[in-house]
């Protein structure tokens, strides 16, 4: 069982940054790919980003590219989005999870365990 901890959502304006943490605890979480979803009010939730097991590969939602940033530190089995140039439609709840392979997906079935979330809202 894997338990995981997003924090470091909050209120910015737009085109200010924030930085997510996901932190997993009962497993270690450095053999598996990680990603990050987030879920608008009235949408569906979406994929943002994700990360293979050993950081070489990552990928990004077309809305995302070049503004944010996934990355994983495995001493401190935790996972990262640094958000940056933020826009008033990445106002969302931001979710992590992990996966029990080791590539990327944007798949959010192929993820076991999620966090409880964390609310990033981005004031224009």
């Known amino acids: 069982q894997v338990q995981l901890v997003e924090s470091g959502g909050g209120l910015v304006q737009a085109g200010g940054s924030l930085r997510l943490s996901c932190a997993a605890s009962?497993?270690?979480?450095?053999?598996?790919?990680m990603g990050w979803f987030r879920q608008a009010p009235g949408k569906e939730r979406e994929f943002v980003a994700t990360?293979?097991?050993?950081?070489?590969?990552?990928y990004y939602a077309d809305s995302v590219k070049g503004r944010f940033t996934i990355s994983r530190d495995k001493a401190k089995n935790t996972v990262y989005l640094q958000m940056n140039n933020l826009k008033p439609e990445d106002t969302a709840v931001y979710y992590c999870?992990?996966?029990?392979?080791?590539?990327?997906?944007?798949?959010?079935?192929?993820?076991?365990?999620w966090g409880q979330g964390t609310q990033v809202t981005v004031s224009s």
């Open positions: 999870a992990t996966t029990t392979f080791r590539v990327v997906s944007t798949t959010s079935t192929r993820y076991q365990y």
């Open positions: 009962g497993r270690t979480i450095s053999s598996y790919a």
């Open positions: 990360i293979s097991w050993n950081g070489g590969s990552t």
